[in-house]
């Protein structure tokens, strides 16, 4: 299947910076990226649809302004949690869909612990 | 509103046994996707089978099956022979959206296996 890699993996980041979670389609064109957020113990919840090219689509009740979306190539994705606070450590994971599969393909996911 | 729901937060199953993974699903969407994700302790999500609304018979992978009954609107996940790295949280999921459309995937609760020696 598809490769989508994502980095970092883990990242402890004291409170009040921001950090950047990258997802990248390695063997395809991935028009549309989608990141999730994962609180342990439970399910995947999605956050945002990434379109190359197009502002994101974020689900309700995500702050657009405190999760930055860029998707600024068929390639590539990030993830920036701007002014990050404790509540904000959680598992991130993206996947990617634009390849001749049904399924999506999910990156290996980053750990962010906020201190 | 579309939904997914497993019921069963956990499951033991002996090693070399076969187990099934209940998933039942709520869409008024003629055409849909259903998935199987395989999720270790990593964190990565391993895709491991699906079936389209549309098909016919049911899906197979290796050791994995989908008992797919769609007047039930269920989508059962049958793993045979049971290995020890099957140990892992399993999430049905389902893909909305037109198929000229993106798609995002909505996820159960997931269900968490252990297989035992």
């Known amino acids: 299947g598809a490769v989508v890699s994502q980095h970092p993996s883990r990242v402890i980041c004291k409170s009040g910076t921001s950090v950047k979670i990258e997802c990248r389609s390695l063997?395809?064109?991935?028009?549309?990226m989608f990141w999730y957020r994962q609180f342990p113990k439970q399910s995947l919840m999605l956050m945002a649809t990434s379109n190359e090219g197009s502002k994101a689509t974020y689900e309700q009740g995500v702050e657009k302004d405190k999760f930055l979306i860029n998707h600024a190539s068929l390639t590539l994705s990030t993830l920036t949690v701007t002014s990050a606070h404790p509540e904000d450590s959680s598992f991130y994971i993206c996947s990617a869909s634009g390849g001749s599969e049904p399924e999506a393909f999910f990156g290996q996911g980053t750990r962010l612990t906020v201190v | 509103a579309q939904k997914i729901t497993q019921t069963q937060p956990g499951m033991f199953v002996q090693e070399k046994e076969a187990v099934t993974l209940d998933c039942t699903y709520d869409t008024s969407d003629q055409s849909y996707g259903l998935f199987w994700y395989k999720q270790p302790s990593s964190g990565e999500m391993i895709f491991l089978i699906y079936q389209g609304s549309y098909d016919e018979q049911n899906a197979t992978e290796g050791r994995y099956s989908l008992n797919f009954q769609k007047a039930r609107k269920s989508a059962n996940l049958v793993i045979s022979a049971s290995q020890l790295g099957d140990s892992a949280m399993y999430f049905c999921?389902?893909?909305?959206?037109?198929?000229?459309?993106?798609?995002?995937?909505?996820f159960g609760s997931g269900t968490r296996l252990l297989v035992r020696p």
């Open positions: 063997d395809f064109q991935a028009t549309t």
């Open positions: 999921a389902m893909r909305e959206g037109r198929a000229d459309s993106s798609y995002k995937l909505i």
